[in-house]
């Protein structure tokens, strides 16, 4: 059993592939490809999702444009070199995929329960300080950098958002503190400007938090409940 997929990263998507499949990577013969997955919103717009997947998961015409698909697996992060210079990319990490068949009633769904069709959980350490802004219209936000443990001594590092009170609350948590985030996948656009004056835009992946908890307190008291015991 995966304990580390079960317990600190895991997630659930439901969406519609766009585009085509691409060839990523081989792993001692065993070869992935990614494609994106449409993800719909209460807004009306959509998340575009990369998801990453082994060829042993796919069956003929799965991936085909317009299929509706339940993906299970886990946010994965790797750090690209491009131009000398280090660049965090974000992924879906299939571990389990599924073919939903739809029609009018569960596209409806779709809209009114998003967070049916987009929930990720993530168990991991602040490891960059929050930053912690106000919009111009009085809007709080707080971004989280997180580092979320793997198998195989690796981590992988999730940037998250958290709005309004949660954001509040962030502001004041210290690198190291370990905590708990339920959110979604979300994608955005940003135009990223170069120093020749150029402009390209681009298209960043991260976590929109729901709820966020610190659970260091939480085993401390444990801990503690432990040794009370312990010493009766």
């Not at 439901?14 to 001692?28: L, M, N, P, R």
């Amino acid at each position: 059993m995966d304990t580390n997929y079960l317990e600190n990263n895991y997630l659930t998507l439901v969406g519609k592939v766009t585009g085509e499949k691409k060839f990523s990577h081989e792993i001692y013969g065993e070869r992935f490809y990614i494609f994106n997955l449409s993800i719909p919103r209460l807004s009306g717009n959509s998340d575009i999702i990369p998801i990453t997947i082994s060829e042993r998961l796919i069956k003929e015409d799965t991936l085909q444009e317009g299929n509706k698909l339940l993906i299970k697996g886990q946010f994965r992060s790797y750090n690209s070199y491009e131009n000398e210079k280090n660049r965090l990319i974000l992924t879906v990490f299939a571990k389990d995929i599924m073919e939903v068949e739809e029609n009018e009633e569960e596209e409806n769904d779709i809209v009114r329960k998003d967070i049916v069709t987009n929930e990720v959980v993530l168990v991991g350490y602040i490891c960059k300080k929050p930053i912690y802004r106000q919009t111009p219209f009085g809007r709080e936000i707080a971004d989280l950098l997180l580092a979320v443990n793997r198998a195989y001594n690796k981590s992988d590092y999730i940037p998250c958002i958290a709005w309004g009170r949660n954001a509040r609350f962030c502001q004041n948590l210290e690198v190291g503190t370990q905590v708990k985030v339920v959110g979604r996948v979300q994608s955005r656009t940003y135009e990223k400007k170069h120093e020749d004056g150029s402009v390209e835009t681009r298209v960043a992946y991260e976590v929109s938090i729901g709820s966020l908890e610190v659970v260091e307190e939480k085993e401390n008291e444990n801990e503690i409940e432990a040794e009370n015991q312990e010493a009766v």
